[in-house]
């Protein structure tokens, strides 16, 4: 079981530079949304990492972060800049401020900033041992990442089975109190029968046919069959190595499903109160289910 949050980071070294890999998660409701920003040198490998995350990961929000460091300092000559580019910018930019009626407040250093207008002459050229270089780092901040989800995942996992330890108790609990719902109900109903000052003997049909209505109505064996199934289930799933966390998402809407129904059926104060116990806990949990992978 892992966790949709994680991170890792690796780094080697290219000639001049050094490269720097990070990747970080968040969890997605919707499946798997990657996002990638890297050098536009090793644009060419853009699909071959993206795969790369793909094949280990299967939900969440990633985004992968590639930066080149040099690795000493800059040598003379060692950017360009483009300066036709940047002339055309510039007029370009002035011809929109006059026909807007905009200030013209264009400084250099935001020219330079333009994508194509400055470029690192030195910049490593993309080859096959480069994108070798590139493509093993990105497998090591894969592994340190999945290893963070994977500690992440257990910690949740081991909170959740407890929870569910704890709402199969409460269902016990139930359990144990429905048998005497039908002697209160009925203990009641005399009750009221006698203060209305209506003398009915024991045996009355009518007041029979009441209790066995009332019993079938409030009834909930098989809503606590269900439940107890769901229960093995989730403790089945969160034990698991691979991602589980949609069918415990599923499992949790069936529970509060089944939960309700007892509520509505139920006529007695503590298996009211049972199931407010209940609806507490699986609100607490809701989130952290939704953050397994």
Known sequence: MRSMTGFGRAEAKVPGFRLRVEIHSVNNKKGLDVLINMPREFASAENRVREQVEKKIDRGRVNLQIVLDRAG??????????????????????????????????SLEFLLRLPGVMSDVAAPVMGEDQELILLKTVESALAEFMAFREREGSFLAKDLLDVFQRLESTVKKIEKIRPKMVQQYRDNLRKRIAEAGVDLPVDDERLQKELVLFADRS????????????????????????????????????IGREVNTIGSKANALEVSQAVIDLKTELEKIREQVQNLE
């Open 73 to 106: 300092p800059l040598k003379k000559g060692g950017l360009q800049v483009d300066r036709k580019l940047l002339f055309a910018v510039h007029k370009e930019l002035r011809g929109l401020a006059k026909e807007t009626g905009c200030s013209e407040n264009i």
């Open 219 to 254: 009834d909930v064996t098989e809503e606590i069959k269900r439940l107890e199934a769901h229960f093995a289930e989730a403790r089945r799933i969160l034990k698991l190595k691979k991602p589980g966390g949609r069918i415990l998402d599923f499992l949790l809407q069936e």
